[in-house]
């Protein structure tokens, strides 16, 4: 495993980000929403994500965000998103995954005392603990459309280190 100094400029993806960004890793923005047969549809993809993101598209809102920034994930989300991609991602997605994958530093599921410290309950899940709790260990921000676990956090009188984005699906494009 790399070692990383902590206090260099890191972020780190929760796999919502990292399937946001392997749905729009392409060459230009997204112009046109391609009807799809009814055979075709799925709870992977919605209109509304995708009307969203030809409003407001994603990637360019981000990049300010993690630019100049090294990137980080988790092993735990890193076999979740690696799943998630086999099952439900097309070949582009499948490709745009890859590069994504190659530029992101892998580092052990690292939870602070302070996040895995806090009482695990139904919108205080272990695996989110995990996760976020690898990025606050980092001082890391957390790219998440997972605010409900920020919130969650915050009821409790502590805040985490994240950059909000809406949620995305895979296309199976």
């Not at 998630?84 to 995954?97: F, T, Y």
């Not at 530093?105 to 410290?117: A, F, K, M, N, Q």
């Amino acid at each position: 495993m790399p070692r990383v100094d902590r206090k260099n400029r890191l972020f780190g993806r929760r796999h919502h980000q990292i399937k946001l960004q392997a749905h729009t890793l392409e060459v230009g923005p997204v112009r046109v929403l391609v009807p799809l047969p009814l055979s075709h549809s799925s709870s992977f993809f919605s209109t509304s994500q995708a009307m969203s993101e030809l409003q407001y598209p994603i990637h360019a809102n981000l990049s300010a965000a993690v630019s100049g920034k090294r990137g980080i994930i988790c092993e735990s989300v890193l076999s979740e998103f690696k799943e998630l991609v086999w099952m439900c991602g097309g070949a582009n997605e499948k490709h745009r995954a890859d590069q994504l994958l190659k530029c992101l530093l892998v580092v052990r599921d690292s939870p602070s005392e302070r996040l895995i410290g806090l009482p695990t309950t139904r919108k205080l899940a272990l695996k989110n603990k995990i996760v976020f709790g690898t990025g606050d260990y980092w001082r890391a921000p957390t790219l998440t459309a997972n605010m409900a676990f920020v919130r969650a956090v915050a009821q409790t009188g502590m805040s985490l280190f994240t950059i909000e984005h809406s949620p995305r699906a895979l296309t199976g494009n």
